[in-house]
């Protein structure tokens, strides 16, 4: 089955940009899907189809997709966004929903 | 405004059975598939079953593969998950999603209900 590998934590200064990456075996033919999951709180799309924008979510947020990687940027980080976003992918047929085990962003 | 609300989850022990409920509002309910997604405590998440929009196909991971059952009312804008012979690894917050098919990615997320299993 298909594995989507992310870091476990990554840093960022307040102000600065964050990159979560999204590693998988050639993903950059498959379309990534991002979720942002405060403590406490359900998961929330933040981006959809590689790098697009559900309404509602802010342009600091964008996506990329190439190779083997696709990589969530977050700019202007801020305490507020601090959460763990997973990157999920679909791999064809309807039982092929795959999670990345998610990445907590930690804004310091 | 897009609104998913489950209800249903809690304590049961191993071997028991549980149904968790989803009301749905503000769209139109019959027209998108649905999905349950669960996350074991301080676990990541792991899709569990969708269904169709008319009922008509359902899909689970292999591991609630006849136990769990998906099934939807739609004149009741409704999404159920009939939990059977419950297992402690099944303990986590069920949420309920809609699922846009095509891409199979979820855009709306109810606020989840926790099912414990344990003796």
């Known amino acids: 089955s298909y594995v989507l590998t992310q870091p476990p934590s990554v840093s960022v200064a307040p102000g600065q940009t964050a990159t979560i990456p999204c590693g998988g075996d050639?993903?950059?033919?498959?379309?990534v899907h991002w979720y942002q999951q405060r403590p406490g709180q359900a998961p929330v799309l933040v981006v959809y189809?590689?790098?697009d924008r559900p309404s509602g979510i802010p342009d600091r947020f964008s996506g990329s997709n190439s190779g083997d990687t696709a990589s969530l940027a977050i700019t202007r980080a801020a305490a507020g966004d601090e959460a763990v976003y997973y990157c999920q992918v679909w791999d064809g047929g309807p039982r092929h929903v795959v999670f990345g085990g998610g990445t907590r962003l930690t804004v310091l | 405004e897009v609104q998913l609300v489950e209800s249903g989850g809690g304590l049961v022990q191993p071997g028991g059975s549980l149904r968790l409920s989803c009301a749905a509002s503000g769209f139109t309910f019959s027209s998108y598939w649905m999905s349950w997604v669960r996350q074991a405590p301080g676990k990541g998440l792991e899709w569990v079953a969708n269904i169709k929009q008319d009922g008509s196909e359902k899909y689970y991971v292999d591991s609630v593969k006849g136990r769990f059952t998906i099934s939807r009312d739609n004149a009741k804008n409704s999404l159920y998950l009939q939990m059977n012979s419950l297992r402690a690894e099944d303990t986590a917050v069920y949420y309920c999603a809609r699922d846009r098919a095509v891409l199979r990615f979820f855009d709306y997320w109810g606020q989840g209900t926790l099912v414990t299993v344990s003796s």
């Open positions: 189809e590689d790098s």
């Open positions: 050639n993903i950059g033919v498959k379309s």
